[in-house]
């Protein structure tokens, strides 16, 4: 992780470090860094308090994207909970690291209750993008989506629609959480448009969604 990188979930936590109730910051460390030796020396290095809580978190987040919104003249879309899921869509030139921080905290208030993530990202313009970042690499679009459909042959979730959907059970291994964590949000940060990010907490729910997904990307 980037010193830059650090540096901003460092502001972004310590602002809600007077909060007491609750205590996510520690399941955010583990989605961010897998291992326990990892996860401690970030939280030493972060000065994590173990008890944030995640509805601060997002609101300071979402306080933060507004504004960021309004200083580069960006339209900020719709951050709204709909019953059992959320999905938050935005222009990509504001920070991406915020909305990454804002996914996590949402997504880590209640693992065992999320079923998937699904982040849809529309291309109306494929010809504008030359090339986009995967794993820390540059290549061409037509690279990473490549990599999507390897991570959904290797049984971590599957593409549908322009929509990489990941299975519950890569929850387990949090190193390959992170990968295609990493793998997603790079490709999301060079892609124009909008992207919609979806945190769904019951399967039923999926269809519903993905056709939420497609009227939002037209």
Request: proline residues 2%; positive net charge; contains cysteine.
């Amino acid at each position: 992780m980037s010193a830059s990188s650090i540096a901003a979930i460092k502001h972004v936590i310590h602002e809600a470090n007077h909060v007491k109730r609750g205590s996510v910051s520690e399941r955010i460390v583990g989605i961010l860094y897998s291992g326990t030796k990892n996860r401690h020396e970030l939280i030493r290095i972060l000065g994590i308090n173990s008890r944030i809580a995640g509805r601060e978190i997002t609101r300071l987040v979402r306080k933060k994207i507004l504004a960021e919104c309004e200083e580069q003249g960006r339209k900020f879309y719709s951050l709204t909970q709909f019953g059992t899921y959320i999905y938050l869509c935005l222009e990509l030139d504001i920070s991406l690291l915020m909305v990454k921080i804002l996914a996590l905290a949402y997504h880590n208030f209640d693992v065992s209750a999320t079923n998937n993530l699904s982040i849809n990202f529309p291309v109306t313009k494929p010809e504008v993008v030359e090339k986009v970042s995967v794993m820390g690499h540059l290549c061409s679009e037509e690279t990473a989506w490549t990599r999507a459909r390897e991570l959904a042959s290797r049984g971590y979730g599957y593409v549908r629609n322009g929509c990489f959907i990941l299975y519950p059970h890569s929850y387990q291994n949090l190193k390959i959480y992170e990968g295609i964590l990493q793998s997603l949000y790079s490709l999301l940060c060079e892609i124009p448009g909008r992207v919609v990010l979806l945190l769904l907490r019951d399967n039923k729910f999926r269809q519903r969604v993905e056709r939420l997904s497609s009227i939002m990307a037209h």
